[in-house]
Every structure is written in C-alpha cells, then in structure tokens.
C-alpha cells in the first residue's frame, strides 16, 4: 500500500537545524511533485517547500525562503527538508504529501496531494 513516512523531528533550539526525511513506498515516486507542509495547533495547514519530480522546479513561501532546502532522491524514493535558522514560529507538526501532475506552486499553495504522511514533530524552544 501507499506510505509516506517522515521522520528527523524533534526539540531544536531557535538557531538550529534539523533534516526531515520523507521515505515513499507503494506508487512510482519519480511520477509525484512531492511538498512539505506544517500544521501549528489552531493554524491552517501551510506549504513550506515544494519539489517537481526531477527536483528542477522548487517553490518556497516568503516564510522560509533562504533557511529551508528542499531535495529528493528519486533512486532512494525520499525525499528531503533541510531546515537551517530555525524560529519559535517554526514549531508546527510536519507532513510530506505527492500530487501527480501538478506544479509545485499548485501544490503548495493549494495543498492539493493525493498521498498524505502522518506527520513529524518539530519544536523550536529555548
């Protein structure tokens, strides 16, 4: 069956950085545009990086332009969010999700997927 398993969350002091991991199993992977999105307790879920599916295209909102990079190995089938100069506004439940046909700003944007993961922990306190 399909999955998408994230993992590499965790308590990161602001300042830090952490990489989150994206392992995809069960559709043809190199077909999706995958995205990270991030969920904060009473906020709507928001596209943070989206990636095409030869990683030519990417798309990032203004919120972390320049401290996150997102990348995917199509020959591991994962994907990944590296995370740099991290905030207390960070702090939020992490997803990976893939779309078939689809731009990465549709994507993100629009937070369409037809595949969801269950989500990472990141938390950015002192």
């Known amino acids: 069956q399909v999955q998408l398993v994230e993992s590499g969350g965790g308590l990161v002091q602001p300042g830090g950085s952490l990489r989150l991991s994206c392992a995809a199993s069960g559709f043809t992977f190199d077909d999706y545009v995958i995205g990270w999105f991030r969920q904060a307790p009473g906020k709507e879920r928001e596209g943070v990086s989206c990636?095409?599916?030869?990683?030519?295209?990417?798309y990032y909102p203004d919120s972390v332009t320049g401290r996150f990079t997102v990348s995917r190995d199509n020959a591991k089938n994962t994907a990944y969010l590296q995370m740099n100069s991290l905030k207390p506004e960070d702090t939020a439940v992490y997803y990976c999700?893939?779309?078939?046909?689809?731009?990465?700003?549709?994507?993100?944007?629009?937070?369409?997927?037809?595949?969801w993961g269950q989500g990472t922990q990141v938390t950015v306190s002192s």
């Open positions: 990636i095409s599916v030869r990683g030519l295209n990417l």
């Open positions: 999700a893939a779309v078939q046909f689809s731009t990465v700003q549709a994507m993100c944007v629009q937070r369409t997927a037809n595949y």
